[in-house]
């Protein structure tokens, strides 16, 4: 029997789908590409030449969002797995292995068009308020932070009872807008956070972002849905 890696800040969790991670972001391939449309459709979109992606995967969605020669790519990935799989692209220009949470201003020497936390990014950071205020500080004054992240209010994909169940929690004081869930790949496991959009919109307003737009998408065909019914996307502008 192989032994089971419970890694909290994701990176052990990561180096081992690494291998696999093509064949698994396949799975929610619709899904994936109704984001990426929602980023190209972004009415400041064709100014973006400074990118920030955090927590970049293999690099292939990053390289393929943006495939204009003159927008310089910067990712930021604690995967050690992955950091090296995005070394080999000439495309992305600098590449950081590290938590993002553990960075600061000071490790960016250029200020953002653009911050994007893609496909649930947002569940796996250790510290979200550090990672909101640092994003705050490293996007320029009107430039744009978006993610897309788990709803935990999805009926749809999660169920009735899970929902039901996570709303109550996220009532509970002690939950503080977020719930805690395990994720496993073959033999690892990692955990994973789950946020309202009400503490995720609090965070934003509170580190200076106004919110551009909420859409909700299905998790498997990427279309259009309700607050209960999708996953949640979110396009915030520095103000």
């Known amino acids: 029997m192989f ?3 419970l890694q909290s800040d994701s990176s052990a969790f990561y180096d081992a789908l690494s291998e696999e991670y093509i064949k698994v972001f396949l799975k929610k391939k619709k899904y994936h590409d109704a984001v990426d449309n929602l980023i190209r459709g972004n009415e ?13 995967g293999d690099g292939r969605r990053i ?5 204009n020669q003159k927008c310089k790519l910067h990712s930021v990935e604690n995967s050690g797995a992955m950091v090296a799989l995005l070394r080999k692209s000439s495309r992305i220009t600098r590449v950081i ?15 953002y068009d653009v911050i994007l936390m893609q496909w649930n990014v947002l569940g796996h950071l250790t510290n979200i308020s550090e990672a909101f205020s640092l994003a705050s500080q490293t996007v320029k ?6 993610f897309d992240f788990n709803n935990p209010l ?6 009735m009872s899970s929902m039901l ?13 977020s719930l805690k869930f395990k994720i496993s790949h073959g033999n690892s496991f990692t955990e994973t956070n789950f946020y ?12 200076g972002f106004k919110l551009n737009k909420i859409v909700y998408l299905d998790y498997i065909t990427g279309t259009f849905e309700s607050r209960y019914r999708g996953q949640a996307f979110i396009d915030a502008i520095k103000i």
């Open 3 to 5: 032994p089971i890696k």
């Open 44 to 56: 400041d979109y064709s100014s973006w030449l400074n990118v920030l992606d955090i927590g970049s």
């Open 63 to 67: 390289i393929s969002l943006f495939p």
């Open 97 to 111: 292995h590290r938590d993002f949470c553990s960075l600061d201003s000071r490790d960016f020497s250029i200020r």
């Open 141 to 146: 004054v009107g430039g744009h932070f978006i």
């Open 154 to 159: 999805n009926y749809k994909h999660y169920g």
């Open 165 to 177: 169940r996570n709303l109550l929690k996220l009532n509970l004081p002690l939950s503080k807008g």
């Open 196 to 207: 309202s959009v009400r503490h995720i919109s609090k965070l934003l307003e509170f580190n």
